[in-house]
């Protein structure tokens, strides 16, 4: 089956601290890949016309360095700080973003994301709770991004009621876990698709 890639960039961000899980999360083994971040990328690339990982440090020995994003901020963790230098590279247009921690969402829901974003400058998934970073992000929204650092504010519920956006409810929570801990990281290996 021939795969009709989105028009759209993609975005793996995996550049956290990883402090409750004790180890850097992306780089556990997953499915059948040596590690998550491998196993996230390598399963959204053939649907994505450009895909890229943004990340504090080079840590992946399988993309083409062009591929990698590094954070200008090393020692700050935010995603605000994340988004300010991927919209640094990506000038007027919209990028599907995703976390390295969340390898059990469908390419189906991605593409209800996608489909639903057109008129919105974010548009999330929603479970039992947000996933904030889990979406669509126009770099429209790049001024606010950086007056919110101006300002020290690094909450991205600060950005979304800055933005005009939308939060699409889907109904499997489990297809949205967030790989946060040893239980988790059980669990979304358990459920792998």
Request: proline share 3%.
């Amino acid at each position: 089956m021939k795969i009709t890639p989105f028009e759209i960039t993609c975005v793996i961000l995996s550049g956290g601290k990883s402090s409750r899980m004790g180890e850097d999360k992306s780089l556990l083994p997953f499915s059948t890949s040596k590690t998550l971040i491998e196993y996230q990328y390598q399963r959204l690339k053939p649907y994505f016309k450009d895909i890229y990982i943004s990340s504090k440090t080079d840590k992946f020995d399988f993309i083409d360095k062009n591929s990698l994003i590094l954070d200008e901020n090393k020692d700050i963790y935010s995603p605000i700080l994340a988004l300010d230098t991927i919209f640094n590279k990506f000038q007027n247009e919209k990028i599907f973003l995703i976390t390295v921690d969340t390898p059990l969402v469908t390419i189906e829901s991605i593409s209800e994301l996608i489909n639903e974003s057109k008129n919105y400058d974010i548009c999330i998934a929603q479970t039992e709770k947000t996933h904030n970073l889990c979406g669509v992000f126009s770099s429209n929204i790049s001024s606010t991004i950086k007056t919110m650092i101006q300002n020290d504010i690094h909450k991205i519920g600060y950005l979304l009621n800055n933005s005009i956006h939308k939060i699409l409810n889907f109904p499997n929570d489990g297809e949205f876990i967030n790989i946060n801990n040893k239980d988790d990281y059980k669990i979304a290996l358990e459920n792998i698709i």
